[in-house]
């Protein structure tokens, strides 16, 4: 009954309108003052140690980076040398635009920021050489949801912070899928601009290739930098989270000089605006996690769905069909921090490794990121390409379907998340 009442209340407020955080406290403090018998001082005591993470401190960080690379000159440099290697192929741009997606996404572990730094670049550019609009927003916005999955991703930290989970084994896990919807995406635009004859690329030589990796080679330094010292074990992901944003401006605003220190002000403002948001969505995620388990709520749903028998198997298609109805409806960090505390208990309970759990839901939240009416990666994109969103969504579902047969591979074959990190000795 009480579960009934708790996500009633939460729900019934978020369809007001209301801003999630504020519905997850409110709930939570409804809930408590009327409804329990929770003391007040349990309740502030967990508040405290819920955020007093270290891990927490990478989404700042990871943020900051991100926005220092966004308007820093380091995507404008990593799509000349992604076009430099594939733009010969049929369909070039939009190759490269893949590619491109994917290197940025390997140093910004944002979505809406990859579609931002690459679409803005390259979707008039690739207007301007006769590709359809369409064509192009479909390819930027479906590949810009690899800022979530190829590491470092700010929504894996989300997931590691609700589940006590490892982020670098969740990193690392990343790398492989990342790589492989990658190719995917890349294989979904060839067939599209082979099928309707889109132009190609002159082919570039190996001496013009190899001075656009010259010039992009600071950017991609910084995949060097944050993978290779948490493999090694230099620094902890946190740590790597704040050496990639000390190293992002240095590149910048010193080497590549595209950032005046003028504007690292602005740029500092708005990632301490964005922190603030997550980090109150979080601090309200940990009240709603503490009322669910004094509730017992997610070992009540545990059990029942033993009792019905319904299997490993039965769970995990259960989970991403609710995760994808959710996506629809909300943005990724909400999501995870409601869903993680009930869904994770009943994965151990099951036997599912909460590292390939972690994927599969990194890859559901990124397949919400083109679904409508809350992708966030739509609304990005149809600032870039004054499209509407009915347009936009048409325009992604080629990538869209690549992305739901991608989301099966991941979820029923488990190794393709967790031998990296296993090979590793992360796991």
Same mark, same amino acid.
């Given at each position: 009954?009480?579960s009934?009442?708790?996500f009633v209340?939460?729900f $019934?407020?978020m369809l +007001?309108?209301?801003?999630?955080s ?9 809930f408590?003052f009327?409804?329990t018998e929770?003391?007040?001082?349990a309740?502030a005591?967990k508040?405290f140690?819920g ?9 700042p960080f990871?943020i900051l980076a991100g926005n220092?690379?966004?308007?820093g000159g380091v ?7 992604a +076009?430099?290697?594939v733009g ?8 490269g635009?893949v ?9 910004s572990?944002s979505?809406p920021a990859?579609?931002v730094?690459i ?9 301007k ?10 390819v930027v916005?479906?590949a810009?949801?690899l800022?979530?999955?190829i590491?470092?991703s700010?929504?894996?930290?989300m997931y590691?912070?609700s589940t ?6 969740l990193?690392?896990? $990343?790398?492989? !899928?990342g790589?492989v919807?990658?190719?995917?995406l890349?294989g +979904?635009t060839?067939?599209r601009?082979?099928r309707?004859?889109?132009p190609?690329?002159p082919?570039? =030589?190996?001496?013009?290739?190899l001075?656009?990796f010259r010039?992009s ?12 010292g948490i493999?090694?074990?230099?620094? =902890?992901?946190?740590e790597?989270?704040a ?6 401006f240095? *590149? ?7 950032m #005046?220190?003028?504007?690292v ?5 708005d990632s301490?605006?964005?922190?603030a ?6 601090t ?5 996690s ?10 009540a749903?545990?059990?029942?769905m033993?009792a019905? $028998?319904?299997?490993m198997l #039965?769970f /995990?298609l259960?989970?991403?069909v ?10 990724p960090?909400?999501?995870?921090? %409601?869903?993680?505390?009930i869904?994770?208990p009943i ?5 599912i490794? !909460?590292?390939h759990?972690g994927v ?12 409508p009416? *809350? ?5 990005v994109?149809?600032?870039?390409t004054?499209?509407? %969103?009915?347009?936009?969504t048409?325009a992604?579902?080629?990538?869209l379907? =690549?992305m739901?047969?991608?989301?099966v ?9 967790i031998? /990296?990190?296993k =090979?590793?000795?992360?796991?």
């Amino acid at each position: 009954m009480n579960s009934a009442i708790i996500f009633v209340l939460l729900f $019934g407020l978020m369809l +007001t309108g209301m801003p999630v955080s504020i519905s997850l406290g409110l709930t939570v403090l409804s809930f408590l003052f009327f409804m329990t018998e929770v003391p007040v001082e349990a309740v502030a005591l967990k508040l405290f140690t819920g955020i007093e993470k270290f891990e927490i401190m990478a989404i700042p960080f990871f943020i900051l980076a991100g926005n220092f690379l966004t308007h820093g000159g380091v995507a404008r440099r990593m799509i000349n040398f992604a +076009t430099a290697m594939v733009g010969h192929w049929r369909g070039g741009l939009g190759l490269g635009a893949v590619v491109a997606c994917a290197l940025f996404a390997a140093i910004s572990g944002s979505s809406p920021a990859t579609v931002v730094a690459i679409g803005s670049i390259l979707l008039p550019a690739m207007v301007k050489a006769g590709y359809p609009k369409r064509f192009g927003a479909g390819v930027v916005a479906s590949a810009g949801g690899l800022g979530i999955l190829i590491p470092p991703s700010i929504v894996m930290v989300m997931y590691a912070v609700s589940t006590n989970s490892s982020i670098g084994a969740l990193f690392m896990a $990343g790398v492989i !899928p990342g790589l492989v919807l990658a190719a995917m995406l890349m294989g +979904t635009t060839w067939y599209r601009a082979w099928r309707y004859d889109y132009p190609r690329e002159p082919r570039r =030589t190996w001496k013009e290739r190899l001075h656009a990796f010259r010039e992009s080679v600071w950017g991609l330094l910084l995949i060097v930098v944050v993978m290779g010292g948490i493999y090694t074990g230099v620094f =902890t992901p946190t740590e790597a989270a704040a050496m990639s944003a000390v190293y992002a401006f240095f *590149v910048a605003v010193f080497v590549y000089k595209d950032m #005046g220190l003028r504007n690292v002000r602005k740029v500092l403002i708005d990632s301490a605006n964005m922190s603030a948001m997550l980090l109150y969505i979080i601090t309200n995620a940990v009240l709603f996690s503490f009322l669910l388990t004094f509730e017992n709520i997610p070992q009540a749903i545990a059990e029942w769905m033993v009792a019905q $028998g319904l299997g490993m198997l #039965g769970f /995990l298609l259960f989970v991403n069909v609710l995760l994808l109805l959710m996506g629809n409806i909300m943005e990724p960090s909400s999501i995870i921090l %409601i869903t993680a505390p009930i869904l994770f208990p009943i994965a151990m309970k099951l036997g599912i490794d !909460p590292v390939h759990f972690g994927v599969m839901i990194t890859v559901n939240m990124e397949i919400g990121m083109i679904t409508p009416p *809350v992708g966030l990666n739509l609304y990005v994109a149809s600032g870039i390409t004054k499209m509407g %969103i009915t347009e936009l969504t048409i325009a992604c579902w080629p990538w869209l379907v =690549t992305m739901l047969a991608f989301l099966v591979m991941v979820t029923y074959y488990p190794p393709l998340s967790i031998w /990296l990190p296993k =090979t590793l000795g992360l796991m």
